[in-house]
């Protein structure tokens, strides 16, 4: 399982929600990984909404889209996803600093 950002949506408060799924090429079972030092997010108090399970994906998609949403001020700091298996480590990382990830409100 590789962590993406999928992108952030404007709640029109000052405040946005920054969007993560993942990819996989899992196509058989769904994969466990709890929160820990595999499943994490930095800043620290943004840790635990991850999800843990991780479904397998239809043939040809490879990938769950705006699986959680994370609740930031506009213009603060990045928040990072890491997830390690099969002994690799993948880091994406969620901001508001870029027009061209803003999605509209319809996810």
Request: net charge negative; charged share 15%.
């Amino acid at each position: 399982m590789i962590p993406i950002f999928g992108g952030w949506t404007d709640n029109g408060n000052g405040t946005a929600d920054l969007c993560f799924g993942y990819k996989s090429l899992n196509l058989e079972e769904r994969r466990d990984v709890a929160h820990g030092p595999d499943n994490f997010i930095a800043p620290a108090r943004f840790d635990g909404v991850q999800p843990t399970s991780f479904l397998e994906v239809p043939p040809g998609w490879h990938g769950h889209y705006c699986v959680f949403a994370v609740d930031v001020p506009v213009g603060s700091e990045s928040v990072a996803w890491t997830l390690k298996h099969n002994g690799c480590e993948y880091t994406t990382l969620g901001h508001t600093g870029s027009i061209n990830y803003k999605l509209d409100n319809t996810w």
